[in-house]
């Protein structure tokens, strides 16, 4: 989960890092709340989850509180439909020096990873990075800077989070230091323990607004239980619906159909022996797109999955939208001879092209046979 | 460096959660493909029986029982697995598998830190297994009964993916490939074994004549090998696949919690072009990952 900079700084804050006192206002505010008096010049943000908001346009400077309404409609019309979790109001502020302080997990040592420049801001380069011995131990660099990257590391283990970044950490010309942007991004395994991400804005990652069926996806993954794994569902621009399965084999098999000229009209990846009434219910989803000329279930050879009861959920779930469009299956594993004769009969009997692929037949070589068949 | 410890039909193995959905099921599957698993440990049902296999509260009282025993497995739920991990190692077990998937990436870390400070090997979380000759199998790897098909040999298949991993396996067997070992790190962002780990420990076997790597974008494993960090001396084929991720708005995980390209990330073929150019054979087609499998070996 990516959290927008307001979330983002209610974290720092508890982390001992300085912020300046802002205003979260709606999306749909008309202008500066009657009850708060207006704190002078402010900078007006957008909380969207894009990098480079301010080459972007979605961060206005505002004077007064008369000019705020059409600040606040030109962000508005700036937005459009990309997910916002409204308009964050901070005064402005005089700076003196600008740095980018960022941590992570080194994913090949498992350690984290602090890194700081001095010249931070929109066009940051490469930073140096440091691990926490090293920051505690370096005077090279000024103590509030040490500290805030310091704060950053015992906030990714407290609030589990993955990433967090600065940038700018501004000096400000009083000489203190606060945190002008914020990037946190929370692991989402560990939402468990943390009751209080509740009170965070829960935008969509994708950069644009959810189109109707990847919200109903977003719905039923959030109550598919434990069974099994269902992964993202993305809409794309093609004419192929995919079901896949395997994480791996999900990107292999996505790499195939656009080496073999075909294109997909979604990813969706459910794997790990997923409840068969909850799979029909995501493939339904998918497979519900208007368009679709073709249908692609594939999946690497499984360890556990039944395969008979991942085909048989995917079949219904062609029934249930009348969907006779050609079909191919490409899925090895626990009573996957079973499926394919099931597969068969279903095919005769429906009139529906099917071909099921055991595993011999290799995941390029079934996406060729899937595009052959569709007329271009 | 970690240190791999034999296996055989004969090797006792524990299992934490056997009384669970999950960990019922594993453990018949286990036993399915020749494993001996000797106990399992359920907190509160200590007395209990599972499958002829006694089960006891804590992996301890295991070890009492089974002194021999030094092998675990764990099927917790994720919330769990950290505290199950740091028991086990407490208790005197050196080699921990984990199938959990969805482990907190702090506890992950913590779990490896656990596990180095013991000596000891950690593998997984949202590992599907580990499967080698002679006959041994931890997890799922290579589905109900795997051995019935595969052929002994020199090659060691690594991945992240627990189905590529399998794919590869099932490939090899009908190609008559020789293998000695497959492995599933688990697709997340750390691993108690990683891949980087994995290449270690097969580079040292003397049974491992070839290396069949499966790795996503977002690994580790890309940089320690561009790095020159580590220089594999055995030979080594890399399938490598994400072009279409390019397609997909980018810094989020496909499939895997930590396969993701990055925003600032170069071009997968571009990482492709400089693996070869390290003088590994990388390819992004699985069918031509097991041509090059068939020629390594």
Redesign the interface.
Known sequence: MKLVEFDGKQLFREAGIGILPGVLLPLDAAGWPAETPWPGRMMVKSQVLQ?RRGKMGLIMPCATPDALASVLATLRERVGSTPCAGFFCEPMAGIRAEWFVSAD????S??IRLSVSAAGGADVAAAATRSIQEMEQDVSLPVPVRQAALALASL??RA?A?HAEINPLAELEDGSFVALDAKVEL????G??HPERAAFAALS???RALTEREQAYETFAASAGHRG?F??Y?E?DGDIALI?????????A??????AGGR?AN?L?A??NPDPVMLREAARIALARPGIRGVWVA??????TDIQATCGAIRQAMDDLALSVPVVIRR???NAQIAADEAAAWAAARATPCTFHR??T????SARHLVSLLPV | MITWPHFDTTTPVLVQGITGKEGLRMSSWMRAAGTRVVAGITPGKGGQEVEGSPVFNTVREAREAFPNAVTSCIVVPGAHVRAAVEEAFAAGITFVYVLTEHVPVHDVRAMRATAAAHGGVLLGPSSVGYLQFPAFRLGYMGGMNPFATLKEGGLAILSGSGGMANETLMACARNQIGVRLCLATGGDPVNGCSLTDAIHLVESRADVTGIAVFVEPGNALLRTLLSGIIQPRKPLVICLPGDALESLPRGLPYGHAGTVLGEEDPSLTEVRAALTEKGYRTTARHETFIQWCREIM
């Not at chain 1, 997990?105 to 090949?108: G, L, N």
């Open positions: 990098g997990i080194d994913r090949a498992a350690d990714l283990e589990d993955t692991d989402d395994a560990a468990f323990r990652p994708l950069g794994t992964g993202r993305v794309l896949l399965s395997g994480g791996g084999a999900s990107i292999v996505l790499d195939a159909l656009q080496a997909a990813y990846e794997s790990g999946g690497s050879f499984a360890n556990f090895d594993g626990p595993a011999d290799s995941l390029e070589a």
